[in-house]
């Protein structure tokens, strides 16, 4: 497994990848991997002669200086998991090697069809226009012929598919279910920073999320969400931010079980921020 950290590197690396007619499967990450990532990289390498793990803190996508200055970094542990995965080249560039200090300075724009005016897009302002920042920069250098995502992040993924058509390019955007601990709590690499009750708190989350799914269609999807809010507002430790049902492909509030509907949420624990959804109908 290579570990490169400069485009030239990572260039070199394709070329011959390519030249040997070799496909590329792609996933990025921020890094402190989790089963989760490890379950796109397996499945990358079962789908592609070559797996491209990139591996970076993206500053354009925080809106909270705390959150990225607490974002768990360590790319030798990254590494060895990866490595153990079947992953055939880390690229792990710095922010200058990625953004010239004009584009660190101005927000990126992207015509995000209403996607990004709901939900974590409300609540966290410009977010979505550093992930395409990235994403769009990572295709053209990787230029994959398959790019794999978590359906954790479910905004994220339709965002990407509608970036992925704009911006025309020719890749496969392969969509992968939710990993959870045995508890139910949704991977993320946040929750490293949660303390072991924390954990059990944050795994109420999910709790919540599976039994909503008993009332459907009986509560409609507004009645549904108050109960949700209701739920989570009665544990003690977390802090609802938002529940949204939201129909799948415009995430615009469902108002009617006969849309494909996903229920997303976002909660604080403590001071960590978790997501989290579920298909409702
Ligand atoms: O989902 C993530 O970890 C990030 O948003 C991504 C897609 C790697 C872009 O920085």
Redesign the pocket.
């Given at each position: 497994m290579l570990i490169v950290n400069s485009v030239d590197h990572l260039q070199n690396a394709l070329a011959d990848v390519v030249s040997e007619g070799k496909s590329i499967g792609f996933i990025?990450?921020?890094g402190a991997l989790h089963a989760g990532h490890i379950s796109l990289v397996e499945k990358s390498v079962t789908e592609n002669d070559y797996t491209v793990v990139?591996v970076?803190?993206?500053p354009t996508?925080f809106n909270n200086p705390i959150d990225l200055e607490k974002y768990p970094r360590d790319l030798e542990k990254d590494a060895k998991l990866l490595r153990q995965s079947g992953c055939d080249l880390i690229f792990a560039p710095s922010k200058e090697i990625i953004y010239t200090e004009e584009e660190l300075q101005q927000p990126f724009e992207f015509d995000f069809g209403g996607l990004d005016q709901v939900m974590e897009g409300k609540f966290r302002p410009g977010h979505f226009n550093?992930?395409v920042q990235?994403?769009s920069k990572?295709f053209r250098l990787v230029k994959p012929q398959k790019a794999y995502?978590?359906e954790k992040?479910f905004q994220?993924l339709s965002i990407?598919h509608r970036m992925t058509e704009l911006m025309d390019f020719d890749v496969q955007v392969v969509d992968c279910p939710i990993i959870r601990e045995k508890s139910g709590l949704a991977l993320s690499?946040r929750n490293e920073r949660l303390t072991p009750k924390q954990r059990n708190i944050a795994a109420g989350i999910s709790k919540v999320l599976f039994e909503c799914r008993n009332f459907v269609p009986s509560f409609s999807p507004e009645k549904l969400k108050q109960w949700v809010e209701n739920e989570i507002n009665q544990i003690q430790g977390l802090e609802l931010e938002y529940f949204e049902i939201a129909n799948i492909k415009t995430l615009q509030p469902a108002t009617s079980w006969e849309e494909p509907t996903v229920g997303c949420i976002a909660v604080y624990c403590g001071d960590v921020r978790l997501i989290d959804n579920i298909r409702c109908s």
């Open positions: 990025p990450t921020m990139s970076f803190v993206n996508q550093g992930v990235i994403v990572l995502f978590g992040d994220q990407i690499s």
